[in-house]
């Protein structure tokens, strides 16, 4: 098992930047693909971003397509989510994720973690 917890959420600006990072323990995070889902009030849950085990590979839901970029940092067990041009629609609970398959990573992630609050105001 692997154990998630995201931080560098905060409220922002329109326009503004924020990174957030996910620390992972336990099983060691390298065997995971990771990846970032969100969910706003009164939404669900969506894809945001995904890195494969390596970090070699990367996907992108198409709302977020160029102002974010995922990263990952295997000796240190980090995933990290740089957001920049943040927009009021970007308000939502951030959750980190985690999977051995790629395959899954985009749609039923076995791990969360808890999740950090990211709110954009206009």
């Known amino acids: 098992q692997v154990q998630l917890v995201e931080s560098g959420g905060g409220l922002v600006q329109a326009g503004g930047s924020l990174r957030l990072s996910c620390a992972a323990s336990?099983?060691?995070?390298?065997?995971?693909?990771m990846g970032w889902f969100r969910q706003a009030p009164g939404k669900e849950r969506e894809f945001v971003a995904a890195i494969s085990q390596s970090g070699g590979n990367t996907y992108y839901a198409e709302s977020i397509k160029g102002r974010f970029t995922i990263s990952r940092d295997n000796a240190k067990n980090t995933v990290n989510l740089q957001m920049i041009s943040l927009k009021p629609e970007d308000t939502a609970f951030y959750y980190c994720?985690?999977?051995?398959?790629?395959?899954?990573?985009?749609?039923?992630?076995?791990?969360w973690g808890q999740g950090t609050q990211v709110t954009v105001s206009s």
């Open positions: 336990g099983r060691t995070g390298s065997d995971y693909t």
């Open positions: 994720v985690a999977d051995v398959l790629w395959a899954r990573i985009r749609s039923l992630p076995v791990y």
